[in-house]
């Protein structure tokens, strides 16, 4: 059974820093490409970062993160990693763990950017 458990969200001040973790299991984690998407409130979900299975070459980033967020994989721990520097009040948002093939989710972690 495939699963994605998200952590390290919370709140930070603008111009902070936060790591998102995902733990996956119940699949073989190295041979897939993993996604971050958010979803903020009255908006629709939407791509945030995703790597391939084969580490951190040809990772895609939304425009709006671009030279902010990195994401990265470790494949012996299973995790894939979102660092968010110099955060902003727009990045507010539930962050969510995506697996593409069979479309899994994790639970998702709040992220809220806020003096």
């Known amino acids: 059974q495939v699963r994605l458990v998200e952590s390290g969200g919370g709140l930070v001040q603008p111009g902070g820093s936060l790591r998102l973790s995902c733990a996956a299991s119940?699949?073989?984690?190295?041979?897939?490409?993993m996604s971050w998407y958010r979803q903020a409130p009255g908006k629709e979900r939407e791509l945030v970062a995703r790597?391939?299975?084969?580490?951190?070459?040809?990772?895609i980033y939304a425009d709006a993160v671009k030279g902010r967020f990195t994401i990265s994989r470790d494949n012996a721990k299973n995790t894939v990693y979102l660092q968010m520097n110099s955060l902003k009040p727009e990045d507010t948002a539930v962050y969510y763990c995506?697996?593409?093939?069979?479309?899994?989710w994790g639970q998702g972690t709040q992220v809220t950017v806020s003096s």
């Open positions: 790597i391939p299975r084969f580490g951190s070459t040809s990772t």
């Open positions: 119940g699949f073989s984690f190295s041979l897939y490409s």
């Open positions: 995506h697996r593409e093939v069979s479309n899994a």
